[in-house]
């Protein structure tokens, strides 16, 4: 193939004629010149059977020994089977997004088609399909541990290695859980990456095996009657507020979650009907807790010193809030009973043992623990079923309670139906 055939002078003294020319320089480069004697370099060739033209650059500005070597680069590239003019194209457009990331990160955003670009698009179009606070945990989580790591490297640009680094440290510091929730966080977010283009592989998928089994670690409860009766006396010598000591009293009476005890609102709570009715965010239900005599008793003396407010327990710091959490925890350490022995969430697991071991029916029992299906219109039908049970086995619940505690010996038995 000839190439540079001509030299500059043939270039700088062609005019323009009644129509456009082209000088051909060999090797595909030409120099158009218009009939109003512009003048522009092209590179002619052939890709995929196609004659295709590619500017280069305008003459005399590109000179002709650049224009030469441009030329002798499009060639290399057409013999590895790279199109010239898609080359030229993509880097036009990288230039062009390399200036909106530059202005994107003086933002503070992230830029487009970084594994953080991607990760957001896919925490807002999931966001519906999880409760508010879960998909809160889950963008702290990638704010505090991903982002900061790799949340400006491309998508594609993300390897297995990158992953490990970021869970490394929670593994070292047996964050075990927390390692396995970033885990499957990071793959959940490549997965919705693949499915739309960004990315042909999960990087995340490896690092799975690689994180320690997290063993499961139950909260701790008290289930024998005996060692049941002394916590209840222990529970009636608290010396701490008025409002911690009826919300520690109504705990193993109520046995719901301590988060959804320590947020209890006067307006869920009828005294008449003898019912607690709320929503379980955990399990996005409405739930009735039927109330015992002697759970009317407690709650009637603090609305005395309550009852104005939102909360039946409200915050010792007048802030308008509810008990802080960790407040039931605290006060059962003070009675000396050590988060090993017994925590706020072991009342659930002491009624349902010895109410399960009492004869009660088992679903009775689950349903008074809001166990629910996970099935919306089950669970919708059955957070009334069994009420009328449930209303029995509370007050009987309670009656057991005060039995204890007064050193009586209550044996367990089988409920007769």
């Known amino acids: 193939m000839a190439i540079n055939l001509n030299k500059d002078t043939v270039y700088r003294s062609a005019k323009a004629e009644n129509k456009n020319r082209m000088i051909n320089d060999g090797g595909g480069l030409y120099l158009q010149i218009t009939t109003r004697d512009h003048k522009r370099w092209y590179f002619v060739y052939t890709f995929d059977g196609k004659r295709k033209k590619l500017s280069i650059g305008v003459y005399p500005s590109v000179t002709l020994e650049v224009a030469r070597e441009r030329a002798r680069e499009a060639r290399e590239s057409v013999a590895t089977g790279l199109d010239p003019a898609e080359r030229k194209a993509q880097a036009k457009k990288s230039k062009k997004q390399a200036v909106v990331n530059e202005k994107l990160l003086e933002a503070g955003l992230p830029i487009v088609d970084s594994f953080e670009h991607v990760c957001r698009q896919w925490l807002a179009d999931t966001a519906h399909t999880v409760r508010d606070i879960t998909q809160q945990k889950k963008v702290r989580r990638f704010e505090l541990y991903v982002f900061p790591e790799i949340g400006r490297k491309s ?3 993300v390897k297995s290695p990158d992953v490990f680094a970021i869970v490394r440290p929670l593994i070292l510091k047996n964050q075990l859980e927390t390692a396995h929730r970033v885990r499957s966080d990071i793959s959940a977010a490549f997965a919705y990456a693949i499915a739309h283009g960004f990315t042909d592989y999960d990087p995340a998928q490896a690092v799975g095996a690689q994180i320690p089994a997290q063993k499961v670690k139950h909260n701790a409860a008290i289930t024998e009657p005996k060692e049941v009766a002394q916590l209840l006396r222990d529970i009636v010598q608290y010396q701490g507020t008025f409002v911690v000591q009826c919300a520690l009293r109504l705990s193993p009476m109520l046995f719901q979650r301590p988060g959804e005890i320590r947020q209890m609102e006067w307006q869920d709570v009828d005294l008449e009907a003898k019912e607690w009715r709320y929503f379980v965010t955990k399990t996005e239900v409405q739930h009735i807790v039927p109330l015992s005599r002697q759970a009317v008793e407690i709650l009637e003396r603090i609305k ?3 009852g104005a407010g939102r909360y039946v327990f409200p915050s010792s ?3 308008g809030r509810p008990m802080s959490d960790g407040t039931i925890r605290t006060a059962l350490k003070t009675l000396g009973y050590e988060k090993e022995v017994m925590s706020a969430h072991g009342f659930r697991t002491t009624a349902s ?3 399960n071991e009492q004869g009660w029916s088992p679903d009775a ?3 008074q623990l809001c ?3 996970k099935d919306q219109v089950r669970a919708a039908y059955n957070r009334a079923q069994y009420l009328d049970e449930r209303r029995r086995m509370m ?5 057991y309670l005060d039995g204890l ?3 009586a010996t209550v044996l367990q038995f089988r409920k007769s139906s």
């Open 155 to 157: 998508i594609d640009g």
């Open 304 to 306: 005395l010193l309550t």
């Open 317 to 319: 710091r007048g802030d």
């Open 353 to 355: 043992t010895l109410l």
């Open 365 to 367: 029992i689950e349903r």
């Open 371 to 373: 166990h629910m299906p």
């Open 395 to 399: 007050q009987s619940w309670a009656d």
């Open 405 to 407: 505690k007064a050193g």
